[in-house]
């Protein structure tokens, strides 16, 4: 399964993309979908729609994982931090692929161990378990992060669907 991980932000969304194969993971690509801080709000979501979705055509992604939106003490970057989110849920969903959602605390327990994590601590993890990967930005790390979180996570749903029947 090919699994596309997006960590939204209205300057730079990471992306990253990953093949679980039993339960071995792979890096195929990552990176990072800018906005032109120039333009208007509606724009730069344009841009971001137009970059995850052209990513997705790209990589041919069969599900997609987007990170959870957190709430900071500036009600104004909260809000346009949420509206790049729905563009980074939109794009996948539009392109029907199936989206899981995780709290930022659940990536990086998944991934490091603890829900704390530093961003620099996500980012060797992200190498150790990918190995190969540069990971071209923190954002394209955290990216990753959210795709590695959903592997986890999906197969730990199969193995209990598989239990319960």
Partial sequence: ???????????????????????????????VVK????????????QLFDGVTGVIGQWSPEEAAVEETFVNKNPESTL????????????PAKAGLPVGE????LVKQAVVGT????????????????PGCLAATPDA?????????????????RKLRAALR
């Fill in 141 to 157: 790390a955290d990216a990753l992060a959210v795709a590695i979180c959903h592997a986890h996570h999906r197969a730990t749903q």
């Fill in 35 to 46: 906005s032109d801080a120039s333009l208007s709000l509606a724009e730069r979501l344009v």
């Fill in 115 to 130: 829900g704390r994590a530093a961003k620099d601590q996500v980012g060797m993890m992200v190498r150790t378990l990918l």
């Fill in 102 to 105: 995780y709290a930022a605390a």
């Fill in 1 to 31: 399964m090919r699994v596309l991980g997006l960590d939204p932000g209205l300057r730079n969304t990471g992306w990253g993309v990953i093949d679980v194969i039993d339960n071995r993971l792979r890096h195929v690509a990552d990176g």
């Fill in 80 to 91: 346009k931090l949420g509206q790049a989110r729905g563009v980074v849920l939109l794009a």
